[in-house]
Every structure is written in structure tokens, then in C-alpha cells.
């Protein structure tokens, strides 16, 4: 096991508190040098999961190699890695330089090449003049780059990322994101972010780990993630996703509502003949048309300006109970087609697209 | 698979073993289980050796109940009890109105020279409870100034009993209600007016539900202390028992240890009833001010300004008049006969056997309670709330901090009695030194510490602790460079509250002082026991005097202090 050539190797980790699983029997391994974010809502295990990693909370049962080491039980300060959290957790009384530096002369580093060290890092992180301030005196992203700079100062062999931006404001966090990425590849630092924003986990990472309920629902390319969920709570969770009941007639066709449609075929499921399920697809690979043309009728009942595009809502006209389904609509089309709340349309899907996901059963 | 894998794991995980262990839990086990231990001999065995004592017989026979059932035999402790109860009532009933009344001025109306009242209402907790007592004995005993002013009824009794009380416990009313009625959210008014409800409603819907937890707070507070308190029933309660007069004669008067534990029992009982209900409303008050509620400022208003100015000033004199009385006594060569001033009522190498030394040892007593006290109880709170490990302990070691609040003073002196005063005991030679009454001091103040500690520490946030392990810096540094410059406010109030209660406690170091150690406080009781009461009446005045000396050093070390480490906290 400890031959494996991934630099972060996760075995079978469990956390238990009392009757409740936090972790249940994860296993991941992180290559040198990637960016990894776990994404899920809250409670899913996601920061039990970093902890486990840093050492400030110890799994039940299962092993961690770091750099071909077995880190499972060594407590935090025998590890390799720096950490920054939503909070900051700066020192409070010492300078941001102090903050830097405690680290490099705790490390037997002498004052003038610490003091050396603390100003190319404030120079990195865009901050030359605050070396004398107090964490009080600068905004909430300045402090977190002072985090960041802290964190590396030490040059670890994996950057911690607890939820980094949540507690900044949007700009700032777009901002700082584009920051983060840019550090994290010039310096070549195995990252881990916890995160869930999923715009974050999208836009920053090499990979996303989706977690629910302690378990991994799915690791991937951000594309993967979002083109291809590998199941229904990862098509939930990331993106916007409809899910329209759908029945498979016979082989040739299939129904929604009372519309009968071409059968199509989905990479990841293959109804049996007469089942019913639900067919998912993005609000941006649907589209409306004028109602005498082909498609699936539909009524909108509500109209959001998005910007660039309408979100629209709509009811299927022939099955109004059935949950709403939002369509993204051009801003051209919304007006060559006169939409508005009311109309009636025709719904096109894009098959190549969609996916299929087994009816969730409602006895749970 | 299993066996091929297993030797070489064990080989590579042999060499490391050293490695493994955390200089940090090392520490930090060590310094839990030290406390845990010194908790476990200061707090729960000293209780345990009381339990064990109420049922037992003068031989140290089990006999269950038995002492309990002829306890409660007796029509005396009926008497005791009812009266305790019925000062205890009263006593809080009046300070709960006039504190809330004070306070509400303090923090809710725009009348001139608001720092002089809050002084003012707070001086009395800087004398001992004996000193009120002596002060009213020279305003309204037999030979009294003020005596007509009773129209004929006696000051030894419950009178006498309830407004020393009354005037001893007003500052604990007032610090608690002052801050919960400090702490209300402006919107709450400004919504109130919104919706044109009149000044008179606005008080009774906004103001009051507000400071309602603090109210509470208030009462249970006053109440155990009234109930808990011996010096005052002791001084001016004539014929009139009370259960902590009772605990007293029975130990020292009677030398009947086993009544004496079965009152203390009874003694516990509302203590740790009072102690329940307010950790409870400690809990529900959290929630109520929160970081983005906004504070109350008041506008100005002639009439409740005016109004708020008259009552403070009744208070403040009536503050003043019983401190000057008991200044005045003291200065007076023979009351009410000879009315020459002198200070031969301080020359106290003439006057009792002990002369100064009651002083110096009180001085010696509290500076020893504010050093040991303040490093052990903020280590311990810092081990307590930052440690990352050792879980259960940490929770038993929170649990045992709060225990002394639950516990009266006599009833704790009762237990060292027992516990410490037991040949067998390897820890007997402590008995009759400075040692157990500074450890009993800290023990008997230590909730108060501890929570002031955490409120503190809470402020730092957790992963300070996490972040320094990534950059390999030690807890201990951490702890040095970080928590204390951070927490040093806090701290000083700590050792200035150990301080100032270890000079004017009376109730736990009345078992355990010997002739070698007797503190100033016990040495008022007992001048004035020996009909010395202008030496008596002396005696407290340095006491208070050395308080307040204590808390101007205090607020000036704390300024000091402030301008020299807390710059981080300006923006």
C-alpha cells in the first residue's frame, strides 16, 4: 500500500461519533501537485474528512499515507501541511509580519532571513506595506491572503483549505479565487478546498470529490462532474438539473405527459419497457418553440431575466400537478417568440445531453 | 495478504513510535490530570467527608438517617428554618427592585454624573458583610443615633439582619442587572415606536422581557447569598437564627460535627436548587444580544432623568451614610460615652492578643489567593476549552469547575473540617496553615474565575490552535505569545476578584484559620463578639480600605496594561 505513487492516499476511513457516521469507509488517492475540493452540502463529512487529513480530528478506523508515509494517527504538528480556515484564525496581538514569521523562527530560522522571507511572501500576496499592521487593521481578503501567506511560508508539502472564501464578500471572492489558483499552480502545492459553493469547486479545481451523508457520491474533472453526475444527488447538488417523469412506452418511443417522442438512449440508464422514471436535464439543453412546431407543450408561468438569458418556468400543459420546469431561453428567442407569463410553447430536449435516473421511491 | 503485510508494518511503525507522541498531549495530560487531581482532593472529597458525617454518630458509627430525623425533630431548626427562608425572601425582594430601579438609571436615562453613582453602587462589595452590620449597630442600636428612626422595634433581628443584607448584596444585584440591561437591542425601541406604543407599554413589553433573564439571575444570586451568609446574622441577628448561625454554633459552639453537616446538608439544598435554575438561564440568555443587534443609547428626558437623579443620590447616601457610620465608629474613642476622635481604635497591639497580624495575614492571604488562583484557574479553563483531546476529562474537569458556585462557604469550610482534620488523612499537616486557607479561598471563588476565563478564551477562535500545530508551533508558545497577551484583561479582572473576596470573606475561613493564621475578617467577628466593636468597626475599615486600594491598582495596571499590549484591538 505505502508503494502507491499518489502523494495523499486515503484507505477505508471511518469516523464515527457515537451512533452517527461522519465517514463511511472513504478511499481517494490525490496525485502531486493537483487541486482537489470536496464539495457537499453541509453535514456530508467533507471538513470531517480535511481534519482526518490534517490530524485535528482522528478517524475510527482506516489509514492515510502522506508522501509515502503513514500519517493516520501523528498527531497535527508531526504533519506536513499548511491550513487556512473561514475564520482566518490569525494571531490576533502579533503584526501580520510577526504572524508570518513565527513559523520560520520556530523553525530555528534566524530573524533576518525570516524577516527576508515574510517580505517576498507579503510582496506575493499583494500586501508590501502592511508588515507592521494588526490582523484588525486590514479587510476580511487581506487577512485571508495574510492566512494563505502564513500557510506557505513554510513551504508544506499540501495546502488546507477549509471553506477560504465564505466569510468574503462576492467580489472580493472571485477575486481572491483567481488569486488562490494562480499561487497554487506557480508553486506546484497539492491543494485541498473544502467548499459548498459549487461555482468555487467548478472554476478552482483539478478534481471535485462530491460527498453526501459520509460517503463519496462521485470524484471527476469539473466537467464530469457537471456533464456526467454519476448519480441523481451529484445531478441534484451541482448545476441546475430538472427532472421530468418519463415513461418508456416501447422501444421505439417514449411519453412525457401526453406527448409521445423518439426514444433516446442514456449513457447511464436503460429503462426496462413500460418503466416509469425521470428524465434529467439542464435548463440550458432544453428549448422552447412557437406551440404548432414539434415537442412537448408546455405553459409559462413565471419569467426571470437572467442577463444574457430567461430563466423561464413552466408547467407541462398536460400534467400541470407535475413539478415546474425551468428552461434557459435566449434573449432572441424569448422575443421572437413574444414569450410571456401565459404562453404556450413547444419544449424541445437535447438528447445527446440528457440522462436518466431510477423514479425515487416515496415510501422513504 | 494479512501476514505478509503485517511484520512490515510493524517494522516501519517501531522506529517512529518516539516519533509519534505529541510533545503538546504530553503537556496537556499532565496538566489535566494535576487539576483533576487537586479538584478531586479540594473539592469532592471535602464534600464527600460532610456526606459521610451527616450519617454518622459522635463515635463515627453509620447510622443512616438517624441525624437527619432528630434534626428535623426539633422545633428550633423549624424556627431557623422559616426565618431564613422569610429573610431570604425579603431580602432579595427588596434589593431586586431597588437594583433594578439603580441600574436601569445607570444604563437608561441621560442624568449627570453617572461614573460617581456606578462607584458609589458598587463600593459596598469592597467591605466585608460585617461591616454594614457594625454600621448599623452604631446607627441603630441600643445606644444608636438614628435609633428613633425604628420607632421603637429593635435592630437585632430580622430588621437589623435584612438591611445589612440588603446593603451587602445590592452590588452583586446591580453588576448583573447593569449588564443585562445594558445589553438590549435599540431596534426593539425603535420598532416599539414605529408602531406608537407608549413609553409606559414600551417598559413593560420591551424593557422587561428583555432583562427578564438578568432579573432572575439577580434573585437567585441574592438569594443564596442571603441565605448562605453568616457575618451579618452573626453581628447584628440578636436572638434571631438563621441555618448559617446555626451551622456555627454547632461546630463551634457546641462541637457537635455531625448537626453541624446535617444543616450544611439542609444549607446545600436551595444553593444547589438556585445553582440549577440559574445555569439554566444562563443557557436561554444566551441567544437574546447577539454581534448585530444594536445597543441602546438613551435620549435625553427631563422629567426621567430628574427622577432617575433623585433615586440614585437617595441610594448613594444611604451607601455613603452606612460607610462614613462605620468610619466615623471607628474613629471614636468610646461609643456613644466619649465621642472625642482618635485613632486608638486602630492601635490593635493593644487591643487584642493578635494585633496586626489579622491584617498582614489577610494581605498575605489574598495575594497568594490572586497568584495561585488566576494562574490555576485561567491554565486550567485554557486546558479545558483549547485542549484537543482527552475529551472526557476535559468534561469532568469542566464539571467539577462549576461546583463551588453550588457550594456555601460554611459548608465548604465544614468539609475541610472533616476531610483535613483526620489524622489519617496524609494531607492533615496542611490543616491550621496559610496553605488550606489560600487553597480553600480559590476553591470557594473558582466558578467565578473559570467562567471569566472561558468568556475570554471563547473569544479566540479554535483553529488558532489548529494553525499553530501546521506551522509546528507549539501549544505552550502559542499559549505564551498568543493567549495570555490576548486574554490579559481578563486576567487581571481574575486576580482582582480572587483578591478582594479573599480579604473579605468570612464564612469558609472561620473553621479553618488558626491563632497563627487568623485573617482580618475573622478578627472583626471576633472584636466584636468580645464587645470591641470600634476596633471591630477599625478593622474593617482596613479591610475595605485595603479593597479599594486593591481595585484602584486594578484599574490603573488595567489601563496601564491596555495601552501597552491590546493595540491590535484598534481599527
Known amino acids: ?364 | 495478504m494479512e501476514s505478509i503485510m503485517e511484520p512490515s508494518q510493524v517494522q516501519t511503525a517501531s522506529p517512529s513510535w518516539l516519533h509519534k507522541i505529541s510533545k503538546d498531549r504530553v503537556i496537556l495530560f499532565a496538566l489535566l490530570s494535576v487539576l483533576f487531581v487537586v479538584m478531586w482532593l479540594f473539592i469532592v472529597m471535602p464534600l464527600w467527608a460532610m456526606l459521610k458525617k451527616s450519617v454518622q454518630n459522635g463515635q463515627g458509627d453509620f447510622v443512616g438517617l438517624a441525624n437527619f430525623s432528630h434534626y428535623f425533630a426539633s422545633a428550633s431548626l423549624w424556627h431557623s428554618l422559616s426565618n431564613t427562608l422569610a429573610l431570604g425572601v425579603l431580602v432579595t425582594g427588596v434589593v431586586g427592585v431597588l437594583a433594578f430601579g439603580y441600574a436601569y438609571a445607570l444604563t437608561r436615562s441621560c442624568m449627570p454624573f453617572k461614573g460617581l453613582f456606578k462607584v458609589l453602587g458598587s463600593a459596598p462589595i469592597l467591605a466585608p458583610s460585617l461591616l454594614p452590620a457594625i454600621s448599623l449597630i452604631f446607627l441603630f442600636g441600643k445606644q444608636g443615633i438614628a435609633k428613633e428612626w425604628l420607632a421603637g422595634e429593635s435592630v437585632y433581628g430580622i430588621i437589623g439582619i435584612s438591611l445589612g443584607l440588603i446593603y451587602w448584596t445590592f452590588p452583586h444585584a446591580l453588576m448583573i442587572l447593569t449588564t443585562s440591561l445594558r445589553t438590549s437591542d435599540a431596534r426593539l425601541y425603535e420598532a416599539a415606536r414605529a408602531l406608537k406604543t407608549s413609553p409606559v407599554k414600551t417598559f413593560f413589553v420591551v424593557t422587561l422581557p428583555a432583562a427578564k433573564y438578568g432579573l432572575i439571575s439577580t434573585l437567585i444570586v441574592v438569594f443564596t447569598l442571603v441565605v448562605c451568609d453568616f457575618g451579618v446574622p452573626k453581628v447584628i441577628g440578636g436572638g434571631y437564627n438563621v441555618l448559617a448561625t446555626d451551622i456555627f454554633k454547632q461546630v463551634v459552639g457546641q462541637q457537635n460535627f455531625a448537626m453541624g453537616a446535617v444543616t450544611s446538608m439542609l444549607l446545600l439544598l436551595p444553593a444547589l436548587l438556585a445553582f440549577v435554575v440559574d445555569r439554566w438561564v444562563q443557557k436561554k440568555q444566551k441567544s437574546l444580544f447577539d454581534t448585530r443587534s444594536v445597543a441602546y443609547q438613551p435620549a435625553p428626558n427631563s422629567v426621567r432623568d430628574g427622577l432617575c437623579f433623585a433615586y440614585c443620590s437617595v441610594i448613594s447616601l444611604a451607601v455613603i451614610g452606612v460607610l462614613a457610620m462605620a468610619v466615623y465608629g471607628s474613629l471614636v474613642t468610646f461609643w456613644p460615652w466619649n465621642t472625642t476622635l482618635t485613632l486608638n481604635n486602630y492601635n490593635f497591639a493593644q487591643i487584642s492578643t493578635y494585633g496586626w497580624s489579622p491584617y498582614w495575614n489577610s494581605l498575605t492571604l489574598a495575594s497568594w489567593t490572586a497568584l495561585l488562583g488566576t494562574g490555576l484557574i485561567f491554565v486550567g479553563a485554557y486546558g479545558v476549552e483549547k485542549g484537543r483531546v482527552y475529551a472526557p476529562l476535559r468534561q469532568l474537569i469542566q464539571m467539577l469547575s462549576v461546583v463551588p458556585m453550588a457550594v456555601p462557604g460554611l459548608v465548604l469550610g465544614l468539609g475541610y473540617i472533616f476531610f483535613f482534620n483526620d489524622a489519617s488523612n496524609p494531607l492533615s499537616f496542611l490543616y491550621g496553615g496559610m496553605t488550606i486557607l489560600v487553597i480553600n479561598t480559590v476553591v470557594h471563588y473558582y466558578t467565578v474565575g473559570h467562567m471569566t476565563a472561558l468568556t475570554a478564551l471563547k473569544q479566540l477562535p479554535t483553529e488558532i490552535e489548529a494553525t499553530a500545530a501546521s506551522v509546528n508551533l507549539p501549544q505552550y508558545k502559542l499559549f505564551i505569545c498568543v493567549t495570555v497577551p490576548v486574554c490579559l484583561p481578563a486576567i487581571l479582572d481574575i486576580a482582582g476578584y480572587l483578591f478582594i473576596n479573599a480579604l473579605t470573606t468570612t464564612s469558609a475561613v472561620v473553621f479553618l484559620y488558626s491563632t497563627d493564621t487568623i485573617p482580618a475578617s475573622v478578627s472583626v467577628l471576633n472584636m466584636d463578639d468580645a464587645g470591641q466593636t470600634g476596633s471591630a468597626a477599625a478593622m474593617a475599615v482596613m479591610i475595605m480600605l485595603s479593597a479599594a486600594a486593591a481595585k484602584m491598582a486594578h484599574m490603573f495596571i488595567g489601563g496601564w496594561l491596555e495601552a501597552r499590549t491590546q493595540a491590535w484591538r484598534k481599527r
Open chain 1, 1 to 364: 500500500m505505502s508503494m502507491t505513487p499518489s502523494y495523499l492516499q486515503i484507505d477505508n476511513l471511518s469516523k464515527n461519533f457515537g451512533q452517527f457516521s461522519a465517514l463511511k469507509q472513504i478511499s481517494l488517492a490525490i496525485e502531486q501537485g493537483e487541486f482537489i475540493s470536496f464539495l457537499g452540502p453541509s453535514g456530508c463529512g467533507k471538513t470531517t474528512l480535511l481534519r482526518a487529513i490534517a490530524g485535528l480530528d482522528l478517524p475510527s478506523s482506516g489509514a492515510i499515507y502522506q508522501a509515502g508515509q503513514e500519517t493516520t494517527y501523528l498527531p497535527p504538528e508531526k504533519r506536513d501541511f499548511g491550513i487556512v480556515f473561514q475564520s482566518y484564525a490569525l494571531f490576533p496581538n502579533l503584526t501580520v509580519e510577526e504572524n508570518i514569521a513565527i513559523g520560520l523562527k520556530n523553525q530555528g530560522m534566524s530573524n533576518q532571513q525570516a524577516l527576508a522571507q515574510v517580505s517576498k511572501w507579503l510582496d506575493t500576496i499583494g500586501l508590501p506595506t502592511s508588515g507592521q499592521k494588526y490582523p484588525n487593521q486590514l479587510s476580511g481578503g487581506q487577512q485571508q491572503r495574510v492566512a494563505l501567506a502564513r500557510a506557505l511560508a513554510l513551504s508544506p508539502g499540501l495546502l488546507l483549505l477549509d471553506e477560504p472564501l465564505s466569510a468574503l464578500d462576492a467580489k472580493v471572492r472571485t477575486h481572491l479565487r483567481d488569486e488562490i489558483c494562480q499561487l497554487q499552480r506557480k508553486l506546484g502545492i497539492t491543494t485541498i478546498m473544502v467548499t459548498h459553493d459549487q461555482e468555487e469547486a467548478l472554476s478552482m479545481a483539478d478534481r471535485i470529490v462530491v460527498m453526501n451523508h459520509g460517503v463519496i457520491e462521485q470524484v471527476g474533472t469539473p466537467q464530469d462532474i457537471y456533464q456526467q453526475p454519476a448519480s441523481r444527488f451529484v445531478a441534484e447538488f451541482v448545476g441546475s438539473m430538472n427532472f421530468i417523469p418519463t415513461s418508456l412506452v416501447n422501444r421505439q418511443q417514449m411519453r412525457i405527459a401526453e406527448s409521445l417522442f423518439a426514444s433516446m438512449s442514456f449513457e447511464n440508464f436503460s429503462p426496462n419497457t413500460g418503466e416509469q422514471f425521470d428524465l434529467a436535464v439542464r435548463p440550458e439543453n432544453l428549448a422552447l418553440f412557437d406551440s404548432h412546431q414539434a415537442g412537448i407543450p408546455v405553459k409559462v408561468i413565471s419569467m426571470e431575466f437572467q442577463g444574457a438569458f430567461y430563466r423561464v418556468e413552466c408547467l407541462l400543459q398536460f400534467e400541470p400537478l407535475s413539478a415546474a420546469i425551468y428552461v434557459d431561453v435566449p434573449i432572441r428567442s424569448a422575443s421572437q417568440l413574444a414569450l410571456q407569463v401565459g404562453s404556450i410553447c413547444a419544449m424541445q430536449i437535447q438528447t445527446s445531453h440528457a440522462r436518466g435516473y431510477a423514479k425515487l421511491s416515496h415510501a422513504a
